[in-house]
Structure formats: structure tokens, C-alpha cells
């Protein structure tokens, strides 16, 4: 479902853990081990990327970063959720409008939104 180039892309950054899972009609980008902003817990965390128009379950944001793990901070984000997808919970936070572009600046754009958070 997502650009073969993208996936590569990330696979180059992220290692070749990097791969697509689907549940039902929603599609994600699967990220063992992402590396989370310093003084955020976790340090690593799997995260699944998705764009609204690959998982409707994206909820209207432009695109989502779900975390395995619920990260702490010293300030906890808005809006921090947890969601069932493929039978395990996930969390995200609550960071919308983040531009489409090649999805490594996509990925780094919605980690920034824990900056302010840790």
C-alpha cells in the first residue's frame, strides 16, 4: 500500500525490521525500536506510522505515530490516548497537521511533538 521508495527510505534509518502491517482496511508502517526525543521514557519504543488515506482509523489526523509504549515525561502530552490495533494497545498522542513529505520528516515531525513534552 505505501510507496515501495518510502518504505525503503525508512528501512535505510530504521533497519530492516521496518515493514508494513495491516488490520482489516487500515495499513501501517511498523518501526521496531524507535528512538524517542531525550528525557522521554522509554528511550525505544515499536511505533506504527500511518496516513489518513492508508488507515482510516488515523481519526482525521493527517497522519499518526501509535507507540507501544506510553511514553513519560515530565509534561505529559494532550490528549494521550490508547487505541486496539491488531489486537494490542497502542498509544498516541494528540499532534495533527503534520505536512506530508517523505515519511522520515513525517516520523521526526511527530517526535518533535514530545519535545515539548519532555
Known sequence: MYPPDQIELLRS???????????????YIFIPGLK???????????????LQSFAPSCGGYTSRLFL?????????????????IAAETWHAYSHNNVQHGPYPEMIMNHLRGLLVAC
Open 68 to 84: 507501544r509504549d506510553r511514553v513519560a515525561s515530565p509534561h505529559i502530552p494532550n490528549n494521550f490516548s490508547s487505541y486496539l
Open 36 to 50: 524517542m526525543p531525550q528525557g522521554c521514557t522509554p528511550e525505544r519504543t515499536d511505533a506504527l506510522f500511518c
Open 13 to 27: 534509518i530504521y533497519g530492516e525490521g521496518v515493514e508494513e502491517r495491516s488490520d482489516g482496511q487500515d495499513h
